[in-house]
Structures are given as C-alpha cells and as structure tokens.
C-alpha cells in the first residue's frame, strides 16, 4: 500500500509563500497523477492543482492560477506544490491524492482519487 505524507504547511502572512510536499513511500505505477485538493472549515473539500507523472502536465483551479505552481520529482517520488501570494481564504489542510485517470478533465473530481494523504494545515493570516 502506498502512503501519500503532506509537508510544509504552517502560518504564514497574507502575501507570503510556502512550499508543500507530497512523498509518495514507493512509485505506484500505474499511478497517473498527483493531485491537491483543500478543505477550509465548514466547506467542501476543493481541487487546487494536478500534475501527471510522466509528461508533467498541469491543471489548475482558477482560484490559485498564476499564484501556485506544482511540480514533480520523479526521482524522490514527490510532487511539491510552490504556493505565492497567499490569501487568507488560502487558509485550509491541504490534502494530496493518487489518480489512474488519465483525463484531465477529471482532476478536478476527487472521487477520481483512489488513496490520499493525512494532510497539512495552512494558515494566511491578514
């Protein structure tokens, strides 16, 4: 069973930076992609971005395009997700999560999503 382990996240001030890592304990390949979603208190559980193992294609909610970057270490097995010009209503646990799908399209659904990590929380703080 491969185990998804979030990091990085912590207080922060509005405008600043954090960068998140998700560590994969071994390479599942037939895994697709990684994905990040959020869940701020008293809201659904929401995508933020994905990236595909091996071509690196991205996908991005609108909320964070232009403010958040994912990328990959194939060799570490760890997608890291560069979060800039945080905003408060950046503030949620930060979940990663496994996907087969090779649709895009379907990044944004977590029932896409077949195992996910504990989380982290991050706080913007204004």
């Known amino acids: 069973q491969v185990q998804l382990v979030e990091s990085g996240g912590g207080l922060v001030q509005a405008g600043g930076s954090l960068r998140l890592s998700c560590a994969a304990s071994?390479?599942?390949?037939?895994?697709?992609?990684l994905g990040w979603f959020r869940q701020a208190p008293g809201k659904e559980r929401e995508f933020v971005a994905a990236?595909?193992?091996?071509?690196?294609?991205?996908y991005y909610a609108d909320s964070v395009k232009g403010r958040f970057t994912i990328s990959r270490d194939n060799n570490k097995n760890t997608v890291y997700l560069q979060m800039s010009i945080l905003k408060p209503e950046d503030t949620a646990v930060y979940y990663c999560?496994?996907?087969?799908?090779?649709?895009?399209?379907?990044?944004?659904?977590?029932?896409?999503?077949?195992?996910w990590g504990r989380g982290t929380q991050v706080t913007v703080s204004s």
């Open positions: 999560a496994n996907t087969r799908e090779p649709l895009r399209s379907l990044w944004v659904v977590s029932t896409t999503y077949d195992y």
């Open positions: 071994t390479r599942d390949f037939s895994s697709y992609a």
């Open positions: 990236i595909s193992w091996i071509a690196g294609s991205t």
